[in-house]
């Protein structure tokens, strides 16, 4: 019930391509739908985060898709950068549960120069 | 820029000796939270407070972890004795209040804890 789970575990793109990393979750009673980005010997980092009221969340190159009914929701990255390579986290919590957040496993994106 | 601080930023330590981490959340953060980062995987909470008090420590191994935010600011995690099983990144993490529906959560750098 509380699982996030997240695919696909590494993912190499060519820059200026789209990267697509997709997630899936259990629990209907979660609220709150961040993404994070993690660099190496950095902790995460808020990128862009979405509530389940709308179907989309638009932040410059970076866009959040959400499906209610299927219980996905999926990041995209728009002309990606050399430097967006890091580590992506999806994750999931609920203010009934005090906002403590459930973590995909990761994806290790590559932007190929 | 108002960051979470976290120290030391790496610590070895032989097998059942005792280790501490210390955390300073963003100022005027009433919620403050330590998650265990396994390598690899995503991170996973261990215990979460508000203010002073454990709202949330159902994940903490608490036959050798303990932690205290004894004046509702900065906090200290302990693991007495270390296992090797322990070896990983230790996050803290602040928000404004999990009460009031803000749940933006500020990470700090981590602290690496290898264990030998």
């Known amino acids: 019930q509380q699982q996030v789970k997240q695919s696909p575990q590494s993912l190499i793109v060519q820059k200026g391509g789209i990267s697509i990393i997709n997630c899936a979750y259990e629990?209907?009673?979660?609220?709150?739908f961040p993404w994070y980005q993690q660099f190496p010997g950095k902790g995460p980092a808020l990128l862009i985060a979405?509530?389940?009221?709308?179907s989309e969340k638009k932040e410059g190159r970076f866009t959040i898709s959400f499906n209610k009914s299927a219980k996905q929701f999926s990041l995209h990255i728009m002309d990606s950068q050399p430097g967006d390579s890091a580590t992506y986290f999806c994750a999931a919590s609920k203010e009934e549960y005090g906002n403590k957040l459930v973590f995909g496993a990761g994806t290790i994106l590559r932007v190929k120069s | 820029e108002a960051e979470v601080a976290q120290s030391p930023r790496y610590k070895i330590t032989e097998k059942s000796q005792a280790v501490a981490f210390w955390c300073d959340p963003i100022s005027g953060h009433a919620t403050l939270y330590w998650y265990r980062q396994i390598l690899g995987q995503g991170p996973e909470l261990l215990v979460q407070?508000?203010?002073?008090?454990?709202?949330?420590d159902s994940q903490l191994p608490k036959d050798r972890f303990s932690a205290e935010r004894l004046k509702g600011v900065d906090s200290t995690l302990k693991i007495q004795p270390a296992e090797l099983g322990d070896s990983a990144m230790y996050l803290c993490?602040?928000?404004?209040?999990?009460?009031?529906?803000?749940?933006?959560?500020?990470f700090g750098q981590g602290t690496r804890l290898t264990v030998v």
């Open positions: 407070f508000q203010d002073e008090s454990v709202v949330d």
């Open positions: 993490a602040s928000s404004l209040s999990s009460l009031s529906g803000n749940t933006e959560a500020f």
């Open positions: 979405i509530r389940p009221d709308v």
């Open positions: 629990n209907t009673a979660f609220d709150y």
